[in-house]
């Protein structure tokens, strides 16, 4: 699985919106130099996010984003599928609607074991999760794991 630029930059921005309290808005420049990512692809992203029903705008002086609902609702594979669409996929194939004959048959199953794993850990950790760093206990002993942190 690879997470996309697109990707890491939404839940970033998500996560600077879930660091604020629900009444305040931030602007796409102050989430964009907060975070390090650039401004007008920050507003393409906002706005697949906004229409992805996650974050609402305002325009004016008090103007900006904040997130449509409670950062604790809203899971981290919300924000990668609104900004690139399913979690896993295999040459741009969903799981399900794959095939495969002979030694490879087993494979399918093998991809979709790897999509449940995917979607169980993004999407039972939320923003908030993230924005208060208390991940879950299963998710941070998986990290805490020293092969997890090593390239093979």
């Known amino acids: 699985m690879r997470i996309s630029a697109k990707a890491d930059y939404a839940v970033r921005a998500a996560l600077e919106l879930a660091s604020v309290s629900d009444d305040a808005s931030l602007k796409a420049e102050a989430i964009a130099a907060a975070q390090?990512?650039?401004h007008k692809f920050l507003e393409g992203i906002l706005?697949?996010?906004r229409r992805?029903?996650?974050v609402v705008s305002q325009r004016g002086g008090k103007g900006g984003y904040r997130l449509a609902r409670p950062a604790d609702t809203i899971a981290i594979a919300d924000v990668i599928r609104v900004a690139d669409g399913p979690l896993v996929s295999v040459r741009g194939v969903r799981p399900p609607e794959l095939s495969y004959v002979g030694p490879a048959e087993s494979l399918l199953p093998l991809w979709i074991a790897?999509?449940?794993n995917v979607r169980k850990i993004l999407g039972e950790v939320t923003l908030a999760d993230v924005a208060t760093?208390?991940?879950p206990d299963e998710v941070q002993d998986l990290a805490e794991d020293p092969?997890?942190?090593t390239n093979p």
Do not use: K, N, Q, Y
């Open 133 to 135: 760093a208390e991940l």
């Open 114 to 116: 790897v999509r449940a």
């Open 147 to 149: 092969e997890a942190w």
């Open 47 to 49: 706005g697949d996010l």
């Open 36 to 38: 390090g990512i650039p």
């Open 52 to 54: 992805g029903g996650l």
